[in-house]
């Protein structure tokens, strides 16, 4: 079996699949954990019992959701050495001790106070809690941090030499790490995650609105989340917009395949809204375009000239359909973002953010929006950077591992049975967390049997919280 | 002897992440191991909320182990990893199955059963690979240039079951001696009569591994039995009498706390014999630390984080547990 499949394109597919899965769980709990460390500093602040309630019930679902980003990312720090061997002796000198440092300053610090966040609230006081939440926040933006730097030298490779060996070593560390795309993709990416978060928490609230509208714990979850939708959905725009500019600076070619440019234009390219990349005849098919729009936007010039794919050799190009299309998502899911944060502005406004259904079933509507986003972004920035792992240096072709391709093949069936088996049951269980409001007296992860044993209902704990505000 | 400079250090610095993973996370997985013979739920509860606050930091020390390796012996990394493609997979989605289960089994009445069963199958898959990889390392990997040179099926072997199974059982008593030192009443005592048995199959599985070891190449049994190495390698079997000795007395007087760091001495000894083994190679036979070292910048790039995050972390890591001290009490579960 497989003997007759490309070893390589299996491992792509494995790394795609395990990458996409893993990526997930980081966006989502490096907002979670933010805003984990918001509410508890506003529960100190103010002594408002709504903000406790908040935090324990998140603390659930990030105690779930923090687990399987965790097994799927050990999995994640292997592959690069299980199928990617060929990239780890040439590039591991430089990519190296940056994941390291990511272990060292980030990983530890999560797991080292994830348990005292998790379960220690009554055995080391209110302020040594609060300090261990704010450290496993500020442990999931480190990480954040060193590994943005490692992937965005692999997407603009600078401060590095070749040894004899033919390993990139490093030639300036400061200059590996703050390679040119690496600020714009950190702010890119950090600010998905927190609007992935908003996205999900503000879902949750207006899902148990939509239920009641006077219940205090979701009145205040979805305030705070349409806030952030409202307030940084632009910000991201921008800062997206900021990150393509820098991506036409460096990597030209992953731009001409996202904007579906196969053609120069001398005089002004246009923005191709829709069609169907066709890559063997290198061209648009049915395409839908503005004129003289695609300059304006990159080059800020209504007749700047673009080159297109025709000056790249073919053996350089990216998958076109694949970078314009998950393009074309991503952008697609910010646009409805920011419309779900100006029309919660606008009802926050009028009086009605708690009464307005239709703002409800949209935001309810929009819970997987982040996540979809996110995936999109990622597919366009990775396939973009195709056919190479290092950008222009290093070709995906000789990366690999030496494996036959029944080995390769063998482990991405198992790996697709099993997280298909491991993470669906994890989803059910957070959207049956989810589906349960947050109550008056809600419990941490450490003592949800015995509050519930003393017999606090639903019903009972939203009156109380009612009462309480 | 030993010379001193950079392979050589960060030799030592994986090897210690790689034997505190071992330590740490040894009790973890031997407590999945153990769980079947601890069929009540109450047990169950109490055996999980022993580690449940402390082991996603424990399973931290192995992304370190393989950063660090990457990191620093990049040629050892890429070499080694695929040719212990699968039991390296397999240990990963080991993981997967039995870290999930520490927050599912809470998340459920229904399907409990179902990630108990995960968590005792994901523990076992993942301890029988960690060994198997141990042994196919020992037995030596084939490598052309700078690439892995043998199929994929290599790693299977007589050995590399050996040291699986050896290391199911070292786990498994890492574990028992844990619940002997973290639990009170019936199940402390049912823990006791399991470090007893285990500590038996412990030792001879040291010992059959001992006695294997220097079939396996002729650099293992020159570094351990000819002279004058002799004097060097000699006090490591006669420690690990000593501390079976130790190890057999605090289970009689029933030492609550002292079993539990005994078998980790016994690990710590039996690492440090792999050590010698190996020494200076990180492959066996083909790949020295020099040859596999990465450049002189990187390695030291690395060392001052290591120099100043190892101590902190060792730290804080000590305070968790500090805060998590004591015995485990069935009512106040964490969960």
Do not use: C
Not at chain 1, 431 to 454: D, I, N, T, V, Y
Not at chain 2, 127 to 143: D, F, M, S
Not at chain 2, 287 to 294: E, K, M, P, R
């Amino acid at each position: 079996m497989f003997e007759g499949w490309d070893a390589v394109v299996l491992a792509r597919a494995q790394f795609a699949f395990t990458m996409s899965f893993h990526i997930v769980f980081p966006a989502f709990s490096i907002g979670l954990a933010s805003y984990l460390a918001v509410l508890e500093a506003l529960w100190l602040w103010t002594g408002r019992e709504v903000f406790i309630n908040l935090f324990n019930y998140w603390l659930k679902i990030f105690a779930v959701a923090f687990g399987m980003g965790v097994v799927s990312g050990i999995v994640m720090s292997y592959q690069f050495g299980t199928n990617w061997s060929a990239f780890s002796d040439k590039a591991g000198p430089v990519i190296g001790p940056l994941m390291a440092y990511e272990v060292l300053t980030a990983f530890f610090l999560e797991a080292g106070f994830l348990g005292v966040m998790l379960f220690g609230l009554e055995r080391v006081g209110h302020r040594l809690h609060f300090f261990a939440t704010l450290m496993v926040a500020v442990g999931t933006l480190i990480s954040a941090l060193w590994i943005l730097s490692a992937n965005s030298w692999m997407q603009t490779p600078t401060g590095h030499a070749v040894n004899a060996a033919g390993q990139f070593v490093a030639a300036d560390w400061f200059k590996v790490i703050f390679n040119p795309s690496f600020p714009y993709r950190l702010v890119h990416m950090v600010l998905a995650a927190y609007l992935t978060t908003a996205l999900v928490v503000g879902a949750v609230g207006a899902y148990h609105l939509l239920r009641d509208s006077h219940l205090a714990g979701p009145r205040v979850m979805f305030s705070m989340a349409m806030w952030m939708a409202s307030l940084v959905a632009p910000i991201q725009i921008l800062a997206g917009d900021q990150h393509g500019l820098n991506t036409l600076e460096h990597q030209p070619v992953k731009i001409m395949a996202m904007e579906g440019h196969f053609e120069s234009h001398k005089d002004g390219a246009p923005l191709i809204l829709f069609g169907w990349p066709d890559q063997a005849a290198g061209k648009v098919r049915y395409a839908v375009e503005i004129p003289k729009l695609g300059s304006v936007i990159l080059k800020h010039s209504p007749d700047a000239p673009m080159a297109g794919l025709d000056t790249v050799p073919r053996e350089n190009w990216p998958p076109v359909p694949i970078t314009f299309w998950s393009f074309r998502i991503m952008v697609g899911m910010g646009v409805l973002m920011m419309t779900l944060g100006f029309l919660s502005l606008w009802m926050r406004w009028r009086g009605t953010l708690y009464e307005s259904r239709l703002l409800h079933m949209f935001a309810v509507a929009m819970a997987p929006s982040g996540f979809i986003a996110v995936l999109a972004g990622w597919i366009t920035t990775e396939t973009g950077r195709q056919p190479f792992t290092v950008y222009g240096l290093l070709r995906t072709v000789d990366a690999a591992s030496p494996l036959a391709a029944p080995a390769v093949a063998s482990s991405l069936i198992a790996f697709i049975i099993v997280y298909f088996a491991v993470f669906t049951a994890g989803v059910i269980y957070l959207l049956r967390l989810m589906a349960e409001p947050p109550h008056h007296g809600e419990q941490g992860p450490g003592k949800e049997a015995p509050a519930r044993a003393a017999g606090i209902t639903p019903a009972a704990g939203a009156a109380a919280e009612g009462a309480a505000r | 002897m030993i010379p001193i400079d950079l392979p050589t250090i960060w030799a030592f610095i994986i090897a210690f992440a790689v034997f505190v993973y071992v330590v740490m996370d040894g009790f973890d997985l031997g407590l999945g191991i153990l769980f079947p013979l601890f069929p009540r739920k109450e047990d169950r509860d109490v055996i999980m909320n022993s580690v449940a606050p402390v082991w996603d930091g424990n399973e931290t020390w192995l992304v370190l182990g393989g950063g660090g390796m990457m990191a620093a012996f990049p040629l050892a990394y890429a070499v080694l990893m695929p040719a212990l493609y699968t039991p390296m997979i397999a240990m990963l989605l080991g993981l997967v199955f039995r870290g999930v289960a520490f927050e599912f089994r809470w998340r459920t009445t229904k399907e409990r059963n179902k990630w108990d069963i995960a968590f005792t199958g994901g523990s076992l898959l993942a301890t029988l690979a960690q060994g198997i990889a141990l042994g196919a390392i020992l037995q030596g990997i084939r490598v052309d240039g700078r690439v892995y040179a043998g199929g994929w099926w290599d790693w299977l072997t007589p050995f590399s079951i050996l040291t699986g199974v050896a290391l199911v059982i070292g786990y498994a008593l890492l574990g028992a001696t844990w619940l002997v030192m973290k639990t009170e009443g019936d199940l402390r005592d049912r823990a006791y009569g399991l470090s007893w048995a285990l500590l038996f199959a412990m030792l001879g599985a040291i010992g059959a591994v001992s006695i294997a070891t220097p079939f396996l190449h002729v650099q293992y049994t020159q570094r351990w039995f000819v002279w004058p190495n002799i004097i060097l390698t000699a006090p490591v079997p006669i420690a690990v009498a000593g501390v079976t000795v130790l190890l057999l007395r605090s289970l009689a007087h029933k030492y609550d706390y002292q079993p539990f760091f005994l078998a980790l001495a016994l690990f710590a000894l039996s690492y440090a014999g792999l050590g010698i083994s190996m020494y200076p190679y990180i492959v066996p036979q083909s790949i020295t630390i020099w040859q596999a070292a990465s450049p002189a910048n990187s390695q030291i790039f690395m060392l001052f984080g290591v120099a100043v995050l190892i101590p902190l972390i060792l730290g804080y890591t000590a305070w968790a547990y500090w805060v998590f001290r004591g015995k485990v009490k069935p009512e106040s579960g964490y969960h």
